[in-house]
Antibody
């Protein structure tokens, strides 16, 4: 069974940092591209970032570019999102999701981890 | 970035109704359009990929069509479990983007 389990969310002050993790199981992690998508509670989905299967290529939404870094450890079947210079508007539920390749849909999602940026 | 615009933003319908949701891209995305269903407190669930392909396990009352800039999601006969929020997503660009969502409510 495919499972994606996010962790690392919590309360952080503006300007602070946080690292999210997404532990994958039930599939060949190194064969999939991985994404982060966020959602303010009660609002819509916003795509954040993606990384290709071997970690050599990354992309970011303009709103997080230069502040967030996506990475992966295929030996540990884990995806990461390092979030620096956090702002109140980064407050959201963060989901990880997989896709088979570039231009593929996100066929499995985790349940999300909540990040709250507040003083 | 490619902008995705869904309509309507909300919709009231009854069990058994046929419902159509539309999604328009700000530029051609070929057929790289996906549809998701999200229920409160749950992660999104993939329904349709590349415009018209039904994801495994999704009921056949869901269908998708379109190419280029204009796409539709149709539910042929609404069931009680279909009341949820629906999102389109373009995966043509390096930077994926979602529509703003369509909330489907019980009339």
């Amino acid at each position: 069974e495919v499972q994606l389990v996010e962790s690392g969310g919590g309360l952080v002050q503006p300007g602070g940092s946080l690292r999210l993790s997404c532990a994958a199981s039930g599939f060949t992690f190194s064969g999939y591209w991985m994404h982060w998508v966020r959602q303010v509670p009660g609002k819509g989905l916003v795509w954040v970032s993606r990384i290709n299967s071997d970690g050599s290529s990354t992309s970011y939404a303009d709103s997080v570019k230069g502040r967030f870094t996506i990475s992966r450890d295929n030996a540990k079947n884990t995806l990461y999102l390092q979030m620096n210079s956090l702002r109140a508007e980064d407050t959201a539920l963060y989901y990880c999701a997989r896709s088979l390749s570039s231009r593929s849909s996100n066929d499995y999602w985790g349940q999300g981890t909540l990040v709250t940026v507040s003083s | 970035d490619i902008q995705m615009t869904q309509s309507p933003s909300s919709l009231s319908a009854s069990v058994g109704d046929r419902v159509t949701i539309t999604c328009r891209a700000s530029q051609s995305i070929n057929f790289y359009l996906n549809w998701y269903q999200q229920k409160p407190g749950k992660a999104p669930n993939l329904l349709i990929y590349t415009a018209s392909n039904l994801q495994s396990g999704v009921p056949s009352r869901f269908s998708g069509s379109g190419s280029g800039t204009d796409f539709t999601l149709t539910i042929s006969s609404l069931q009680p479990e279909d009341f949820a929020t629906y999102y389109c997503q373009q995966s043509y660009s390096t930077l994926y983007t979602f529509g703003q969502g369509t909330k489907l409510e019980i009339k």
